[in-house]
């Protein structure tokens, strides 16, 4: 089974990496950007009796080690 999980900064959170690209992006002259706010992708692969068991241990995964889940939030994307 192979998955994909995005984890972003919850609303409210600092993002100065975010703010440090934004801030490069317009000196290079990309005028029109308004925010950046950057996060992780893990793509992972898996054995799993099916799609549902496959979410739940990677939401284990993500509550233990991928993410900080006081700052971040996670997606789960089952691809196959």
């Known amino acids: 089974m192979k998955a994909r999980v995005i984890v972003t900064l919850k609303n409210g959170v600092l993002d100065p990496q975010g703010q440090a690209i ?4 317009v000196g290079q002259g990309f005028e029109g950007v308004q925010s950046v706010r950057q996060g992780k ?17 990677i939401r284990r995964m993500c509550e233990k080690l991928l993410a900080n889940t006081v700052i971040e939030n996670f997606d789960i994307e089952i691809i196959g």
């Open 22 to 25: 934004e801030g490069s992006l």
């Open 41 to 57: 992708v893990f793509d992972l692969e898996l054995e799993a009796a099916d799609a549902l068991a496959a979410e739940t241990e």
